[in-house]
């Protein structure tokens, strides 16, 4: 078992020196490759949305294309029909944005987070970040909602691969964003994708409640806690993907 550890969109502040890039993992299953999130997609980049125009000018982004995750797959060697799932951490744009780059793909993702996204109604201002064009491919959906199972005291979704993998609820930057638990040869990664930033020692702790919700504080002491889990957010300092390139 492989995890590949991509960054599929590099955005950097404009001001300050946070620097970052889009971890979106693709995992090598028994039931063939699954990505996790796709950062932003060829669509993206032929024709920019209205938040990624935005975000353009918010950020300094390169844009470049290399990084779409279809680039970097077929990078690996491997061609976009060999990638069978999709898991969204949740909808914003630059997490799905390159699902119609995976037509066949099954997608995944928590039930709470679909609705929100399918629904068309802004109840927090990081809902504008929902862009519906991404899904008019209508690929196929797999919902998840029951919690049925404890992962180091979180609750926890068992996911139907091997190896062992669950969703993390840790809703609040999203409806229904979910983290992901991975279990590999040597432990676990835990990927608690938009819900903290517990890397990020410039910005203010009311900052970062108030965009990415209630749960960075609960992510730094678990990582504490607990050193021998590999634990990221989706956008992570560049060096971050030299140290981890793969994940075993």
């Known amino acids: 078992m492989t995890i590949h550890l991509l960054n599929c969109f590099t955005c950097n502040a404009r001001v300050g020196k946070l620097k970052t890039g889009m971890v979106c993992p693709l995992i090598e299953t028994n039931d063939g490759l699954v990505l996790v999130d796709t950062g932003l997609g060829l669509g993206d980049y032929a ?5 990624t125009r935005l975000f353009r000018i918010l950020t300094v982004m390169p844009f470049d294309r290399n990084e779409a995750a279809v680039n970097r797959i077929r990078e690996l060697g491997y061609q976009p029909k060999d990638v069978r799932h999709i898991l969204l951490t949740h909808m914003h744009f630059d997490h799905c944005s390159g699902l119609a780059d995976f037509p066949h793909a099954k997608v995944h993702v928590h039930r709470r987070e679909y609705e929100a996204f399918t629904e068309g109604k802004i109840r927090r201002f990081t809902e504008y970040a929902y862009i519906p064009q991404y ?13 049925d199972s404890k992962w180091y005291g979180f609750d926890a979704i ?14 609040g930057h999203s409806r229904g964003l979910c983290g992901l638990a991975i279990k590999t040869s040597t432990g676990w990664f835990f990927h608690a994708s938009d819900a903290g930033a517990v890397y990020d020692y410039e910005s203010p702790a009311w900052l970062i409640k108030l965009v990415l919700g209630p749960h960075d504080p609960l992510l730094r002491r678990f990582m504490k806690e607990h050193p021998e889990v ?14 981890h390139p793969i994940v075993t």
């Not at 634990?231 to 993907?241: A, K, L, R, T």
Request: with cysteine.
């Open 47 to 51: 024709n920019p949305s209205w938040m």
């Open 135 to 147: 899904t008019v491919h209508q690929p196929e959906f797999v919902l998840y909602e029951k919690v």
């Open 158 to 171: 068992r996911l139907p691969f091997a190896p062992e993998m669950y969703f993390i609820p840790l809703f």
């Open 230 to 243: 590999l634990v990221c957010n989706s956008h992570m300092y560049p060096e971050f993907f030299e140290q």
